[in-house]
């Protein structure tokens, strides 16, 4: 039986190659057994990745709960690291843009831009910027 991890590695690249479905089934195996392991940061980020994918399938009454599972953990443990945490704050961010609710993405902006400022993550801190600074954000 392959471990959480290998399952990971194979979910990456099934998603990589832009099998979905194997990715998603693969990401769910591996989050299982985080879960059994309690190991509570690979779990997070493991279905951060899922949300990902149903993001990036416009699916975000499936997205939602994952995202906000996923900063649950990340935000609760410390251990968590910033580029995590950042990676998971910036899509929940496209996700409430993209559902209308300008008044939550806002902070969700703004928090991902300050942890990739403190990271030096030039990119990440521009395309936060661009989105605070978009109109259909501050109307």
């Known amino acids: ?4 991890a290998e399952l990971t590695e194979d979910g990456k690249k099934a998603r990589a190659q832009h099998r979905v479905e194997e990715a998603r089934r693969l990401y ?3 989050a299982r057994l985080y879960l059994d392991e309690m190991n509570p940061l690979a779990y997070a980020h493991t279905i951060r990745h899922i949300a990902d994918m149903h993001l990036d399938e416009s699916n975000y009454s499936a997205a939602r709960p994952l995202y906000e599972e996923a900063l649950e953990l990340y935000r609760s443990n410390l251990n968590t690291r910033l580029l995590d945490l950042a990676n998971a704050v910036r899509p929940y961010a496209l ?3 993209a559902t209308g609710n300008k008044d939550a993405a806002r902070p969700l902006w703004r928090e991902a831009r300050n942890l990739y400022a403190s990271l030096r ?3 990440g801190v521009r395309e936060c910027e661009q989105h605070i600074s978009d109109e259909t954000l501050t109307s």
């Not at 039986?1 to 959480?4: K, L, W």
Request: hydrophobic share 45%.
């Open 1 to 4: 039986m392959p471990t959480a």
């Open 95 to 97: 996700l409430q843009e």
């Open 28 to 30: 769910n195996e591996a």
């Open 121 to 123: 993550i030039e990119a």
